[in-house]
């Protein structure tokens, strides 16, 4: 089948295969899926990276051709690929899959790219040393824990941004993330560990292909979700 005659109902299929809780299975489905990625989630109508670089300049105050960037989860490059389209210039990548990571370097918009089972693996970033890090539709049950929050926060300089985004799956443990992630960030903002810029809901950022739905319903089928972001105390408490 070509790429051009692939439908909703091949999506769903494929990504309904990727149903292990464990992350090690996930990482070896990306690395089967990596090379057709950027024109599958196309047809998903995928808007999260769009709907959060968008974000992040509507309230970034900083230099973007002199900011580092850590992109967190960077997949196949997506993110990088639309905030270099506001000036941004210098990228570090992080990933848990081989394949994505090939094809986030062949973009050549990253100076460096680390393999990393985020929540497993430390995260392969010098501590403080990032002006913006962005983790972008990786946060949720079975991808990546609510732990790896605390070590991105890590990765940034003081007085720095950072972008996250959080799905809300339709699942049993959609609300449980949720509440777990969102205590996590008011702890920090708590401890005075950073400040919080912005939140926004994410309203039809990607149809759902992880529940059957009838011929003609698709429409009706989509993930929501919410960015935050927060920024780095200049001096922490």
Partial sequence: MSDSSRTMEDMRVV???CKSPCAKDRVKFYDTWA???DKDVSLMSYRAPHLAVNFLSENFTGTPEESLVLDVACGSGLVAKLMVELGFRRFVGVDGSKGMLDQAAESGLYQDLN???????PLPAQPGAFDVVMIIGALRPGFVPVSVIKE???AAKPGAYICMSRVDPRSEAGDEYKVSMEQELQLMEDEGLW???AT???HRYMLNFYQNYNEGEQNEHYLNGTMYLYRKAHNES
């Fill in 35 to 37: 090379e057709t990625y």
């Fill in 195 to 197: 400040t919080l810029v």
């Fill in 200 to 202: 926004k809901e994410m």
């Fill in 115 to 121: 393999q990393a089972l985020l929540g497993s693996d």
């Fill in 152 to 154: 991105i926060y890590q």
């Fill in 15 to 17: 990504l309904q295969t």
